[in-house]
């Protein structure tokens, strides 16, 4: 990188100065006056030269820049060290004799004044250096911040994943324990029918009940309670497998997903505190302050074009670090957005409460309508499973009716219980109220 043009304009100023005109016989005026201007043009070169390393040394602050060193005290640093290098001008005389030139002085002092000047601006241009400091974190702030949120969704879809595990097999459970009920009710049904219709053709025929009581229809009866009985313990399965469920759910909702809108909620503070524009302004700022060196910090066209180079290299830097934030934010949002700010979007949505799914399962299995079948199987049980009882008499109609009464109580309470434990509200109550509600919940 040079900066040529402040030197030229200080050699061809020296070499344009009004010095009076060599007199014949004034031979140490000509003298003073050489030496006068081999002072300055050597200082000039000397001052160049560690004024070119000055501001290739910014150049290099910004191109250089990393998250864990900043830019602002070396630029700070650097323009110290810039502004040490004035006494090379500003000494440039001190070995003329007798007495430098007043001509030599004020060139000296427009020089180090118009120096000065130029270095208050690059000064001032400590807000690139500033600027270049918060892109850099910035990249890196939101870097972490997506890498963090990344392992916080894949630790969330872990978890998720064994409680979606469970819920699935005890749904599954839960449709496969229905079904095998419904078959197996109908078939015992079917069988109590049958003996009944025995029991009927066996009372018709009978005068002495004292052996029919206890075998036959003592039979029939203990059949009955049996299914009573087994009524109850399928009917306990139900129960147990839909609070199973319900537990689980519950469980996973008092956890995963208040975790989840604890993430949600840090993500919308992140983005409140972090977005883009942020970024931009910083960069503006930056970007200003730079090319105020040119518009206010030169009274010079050479210290214009050296600040035109200055400024322009460090603003392409600064461009390409505001270019490369923008790029990361708007990968970040690309990534999160609908998932950790924002409203939640249906994909997420359904990695987290599989609402869909389990609505569709929810649907299957109230579809089956084994509430209506055991209201049908309770009207058969209430009415001796359909079969007429006209054929016995009285005496015996009443002794089947006593003989079997307990245990079609406990029939007809067996199945009332099992129709309520599977009507459609507490299966919808148990299997997918609390989803629903978990869904209606998430951030919108």
């Known amino acids: 990188m040079a900066f040529e043009a402040r030197p030229r304009e200080l050699l061809d100023e020296l070499s344009r100065l009004p010095y009076p005109p ?5 031979v140490d005026q000509a003298v003073q006056i050489e030496a006068e201007k081999k002072a300055l043009t050597q200082a000039i070169q000397a001052y160049s030269d560690a004024r070119a390393r000055r501001l290739e040394r910014l150049y290099q602050v910004i191109r250089d820049a990393r998250p864990d060193r900043l830019c602002a005290p070396d630029w700070f640093l650097g323009v110290q060290d810039a502004r040490d290098d004035l006494g090379r001008l500003s000494g440039a005389l001190k070995d003329v004799r007798p007495a430098p030139s007043n001509i030599g002085l004020a060139f000296v002092q427009r020089t180090v004044d118009a120096e000065t000047k130029f270095y208050d601006y690059v000064a001032r241009a400590k807000d690139a250096a500033d600027s270049c400091d918060y892109l850099v974190r910035y990249r890196k702030t939101v870097e972490e911040k997506t890498q963090a949120l990344d392992a916080k969704w894949s630790e969330l879809m872990s978890q998720h994943g064994s409680f979606y595990t469970d819920q699935r097999a005890t749904v599954d459970d839960l449709e496969r324990t229905m079904l095998e009920a419904a078959q197996k009710a109908a078939s015992d049904n079917a069988s109590i029918k049958e003996r009944m219709m025995g029991a009927v053709e066996i009372g018709a025929k009978t005068v002495d009940f004292s052996n029919v009581l206890p075998g036959e229809w003592g039979a029939l009866a203990n059949a009955i309670a049996s299914g009573a009985e087994w009524w109850n313990n399928t009917r306990g399965q139900f129960s147990a497998r839909l609070e199973r469920y319900r537990a689980s759910f519950r469980q996973e909702r008092g956890t995963l997903l208040v975790i989840f ?41 050479g210290l214009a074009s050296d600040a035109d180079t200055l400024g322009s290299t460090c603003t392409a830097l600064l461009e390409k670090m505001r270019n490369d934030a923008k790029d990361m934010w708007d990968a970040f949002v690309r990534k999160h957005e609908k998932k950790f700010f924002g409203p939640v979007g249906p994909d997420i949505d359904q990695a987290l409460t599989a609402s869909a799914e389990f609505k569709a399962r929810y649907e299957k299995i109230k579809g089956a309508n084994l509430a209506e079948l055991l209201s049908s199987w309770l009207n058969q049980t209430r009415d001796y499973w359909g079969v007429d009882l006209g054929p016995l008499s009285d005496q015996a109609r009443s002794l089947l009716k006593n003989a079997l009464r307990e245990s079609m109580q406990k029939m007809i309470d067996a199945e009332e219980a099992a129709k309520k434990a599977v009507s459609p509200d507490v299966l919808y109550d148990q299997l997918f109220k609390d989803r629903e509600e978990a869904e209606r919940d998430l951030p919108r």
């Open 261 to 301: 809108k604890d993430f949600h909620a840090d993500a919308e503070e992140f983005v409140s505190k972090y977005g883009y524009q942020k970024a931009l302004d910083s960069f503006e700022t930056g970007r200003r302050a730079l090319a105020e060196i040119r518009s206010s910090g030169s009274a010079t066209s």
């Open 22 to 26: 060599l007199e014949a016989g004034h």
